[in-house]
């Protein structure tokens, strides 16, 4: 019997990111007053204190800034997915967010590897934003 995995639960800080992914857009908080990207969300930026907010669109694309290859599950839910890649995806505009590369062999992966932002609608109500490698990028 596989065990469900766990699903995002949102805080009053990260509810408009998950209301974001429900839609399929990627979005990251950017403070109004100093401009810095945010993630994962707060209820003040941390460079300046300010809680005015916008939730910026992202492109999706990036690069793997790290990662590690998950050999064994943190969870009962995963354990039919090892190995997977968990990494720190640097987005082209410049914030880092930790997901998952998926759709190539995890001891392929490297730092420097071009990604794009596709959608894994199996956890429910919030699709969980993953990576998959750019074909033919250069790393």
């Known amino acids: 019997m596989t065990l469900p995995k766990p ?3 949102p805080t009053e800080a990260s509810q408009p990111f998950w209301d974001a992914c429900r839609n399929h857009e990627l979005r990251i908080q950017r403070c109004l007053e100093c401009g ?5 969300p707060k209820l003040r930026c941390p460079q300046d204190g300010s809680d005015k907010f916008e939730w910026a ?8 800034h790290s ?14 997915d090892v190995p997977y890649v968990v990494a720190i995806i ?9 997901s998952n590369v998926v759709g190539v ?3 392929a992966v ?6 794009t932002l596709e959608w894994d609608n199996s956890s429910g109500e919030y699709p ?4 998959r490698p750019i074909e033919g990028a250069r790393t």
Do not use: C, N
């Not at 810095?36 to 994962?40: G, N, Q, R, S």
């Not at 990662?67 to 039919?80: C, I, L, M, Q």
């Not at 640097?90 to 930790?98: I, N």
């Open 7 to 9: 699903v995002p639960q």
């Open 36 to 40: 810095t990207l945010i993630h994962y």
């Open 57 to 64: 669109e992202m492109s999706g694309k990036g690069e793997v």
């Open 67 to 80: 990662y590690v290859v998950a050999r064994r599950s943190f969870h009962p839910g995963f354990a039919e």
């Open 90 to 98: 640097e987005l082209d505009e410049g914030v880092r967010l930790v």
């Open 105 to 107: 062999d995890p001891e």
């Open 110 to 115: 490297k730092i420097g590897t071009r990604v």
């Open 128 to 131: 969980l934003p993953k990576f």
